[in-house]
């Protein structure tokens, strides 16, 4: 069975600073990894995804996603925060790219002016 | 291009009832899937089809829950006798082949 943990409830930034999300997975076998982001009454917006390659991702809005085999993460990340970023976030997995996807419960993110 | 639908946005209904909730995936997307999310949650996988067949169902919690897909385009979940605990949000995807998934915007389902 695959998992996602998001450790975190809540990240709260200053405007301007850099942001970290963070997300672990577990699978067996090559993971497949995104990140989607819900603004309040709106559907999931895909940001970025790894399958392989690269371990450093980037995606929409500035975003950048880093994946790390060996600790088995993959935290969003972004070097200046906008007070627009501030929304729920997701990681999610799969084994394929064309195969359902399971989502960690999300991380809300805040960013103050 | 037109992103996916669904309707209606919110449904209302009391326990016992019939629902459906419909979805209209992106133009040539040959994959679709539902997912659930409930308040405080990730969405959780309930159904995904490939063309007009479902490829795996495991997600469905019960046989009050069954979806349908009859054309390859547009899907339609149903649920029988709706119970409190259905009350959620009901989320669609579409994907083209080896692509990620786009979301709809979601039906708001409120059993009371």
């Known amino acids: 069975a695959q998992s996602v943990a998001q450790p975190e409830d809540q990240v709260n930034v200053a405007e301007g600073n850099p942001l970290t999300v963070k997300c672990t997975y577990s699978?067996?076998?090559?993971?497949?990894l995104f990140w989607y982001v819900q603004y309040p009454n709106r559907g999931l917006q895909f940001l970025l995804k790894y399958i392989t390659g690269d371990n450093l991702v980037k995606g929409s809005y500035g975003f950048e996603a880093e994946f790390n085999k060996s600790q088995t993460s993959f935290h969003l990340k972004k070097p200046s925060a906008l007070v627009s970023d501030s929304a729920l976030y997701f990681c999610a997995v799969t084994l394929s790219g064309y195969s359902t996807l399971t989502f960690g419960k999300g991380t809300m993110l805040l960013v103050s002016p | 291009g037109a992103g996916v639908s669904q309707t209606p946005s919110n449904k209302v209904t009391e326990k016992g009832k019939y629902v459906e909730l419909r979805c209209d995936p992106i133009s040539g997307h040959t994959a679709l899937y539902w997912y659930r999310q409930s308040l405080g949650q990730g969405p959780e996988f309930l159904i995904y089809f490939q063309g007009t067949g479902a490829a795996d169902d495991s997600g469905l919690p019960n046989d009050r829950f069954f979806a349908v897909r009859p054309e390859g385009s547009v899907s339609t979940l149903k649920i029988q006798r709706t119970e409190r605990g259905d009350s959620a949000v009901y989320l669609c995807a579409s994907s083209s082949v080896g692509g990620e998934q786009f979301f709809g915007p979601g039906t708001r389902l409120t059993v009371l």
């Open positions: 699978v067996s076998g090559n993971p497949y």
